[in-house]
């Protein structure tokens, strides 16, 4: 499309060679293969790397890529584009656990559940309204006002 930004027309081009199996990334076989199937034996690799370790020595463009083919169900990226620094302190990250995981518990789509915690959590964050200092428990006291109809 005309009007895309560049970021936009990479984004899609990232899409699309993963789609394909073209991105150039080699995929650990222990993520290519389903939970209930069991992989074909194959011979040993020369020199055996744990899937952990594997995954530490791609760069963090291979890094997405992968999260991109792993998820083949949902081809649908959701970004949150608020700003809220607040939220770089110890424990914010607990919290939105915490917030993805009552949301599960209601029976939300895991996409979706996680989406609307990054909204709830951004949210309670603002609501704290403190511009310096906030803490984990200042995003928690906010959170049912998050909720609140007006």
């Given at each position: 499309?005309?009007?895309?930004?560049?970021?936009e027309?990479?984004?899609?081009?990232?899409?699309?060679?993963?789609e394909?199996?073209?991105?150039?990334?080699?995929?650990?076989?222990?993520?290519?293969?389903?939970?209930?199937?069991?992989?074909?034996?194959?011979?040993?690799?020369p020199?055996?790397?744990?899937?952990?370790?594997?995954?530490?020595?791609?760069?963090?463009?291979?890094?997405?890529?992968?999260?991109?083919?792993?998820?083949?169900?949902?081809?649908?990226?959701?970004?949150?584009?608020?700003?809220?620094?607040?939220?770089?302190?110890?424990?914010?990250?607990?919290?939105?656990?915490?917030i993805?995981?009552?949301?599960?518990?209601?029976?939300?789509?895991?996409?979706l559940?996680?989406?609307?915690?990054?909204?709830?959590?951004a949210?309670?964050?603002?609501?704290?309204?403190?511009p310096?200092?906030l803490?984990?428990?200042?995003?928690?006291?906010?959170?049912?006002?998050?909720?609140e109809?007006?």
């Amino acid at each position: 499309m005309p009007d895309e930004s560049p970021e936009e027309r990479e984004v899609v081009e990232i899409v699309r060679a993963v789609e394909a199996g073209t991105d150039g990334i080699a995929v650990p076989e222990e993520l290519l293969v389903e939970p209930d199937q069991k992989a074909p034996p194959k011979a040993a690799p020369p020199v055996a790397r744990s899937l952990y370790a594997q995954i530490l020595a791609m760069s963090v463009a291979e890094k997405i890529k992968l999260a991109l083919r792993g998820n083949k169900d949902a081809r649908t990226i959701l970004v949150r584009d608020a700003n809220t620094p607040g939220l770089a302190t110890a424990g914010s990250g607990d919290v939105l656990t915490g917030i993805v995981a009552a949301f599960l518990s209601k029976g939300l789509d895991a996409q979706l559940a996680t989406a609307a915690a990054a909204v709830a959590q951004a949210r309670a964050a603002s609501l704290a309204d403190k511009p310096r200092g906030l803490v984990a428990s200042d995003v928690i006291e906010a959170l049912p006002h998050v909720f609140e109809r007006d």
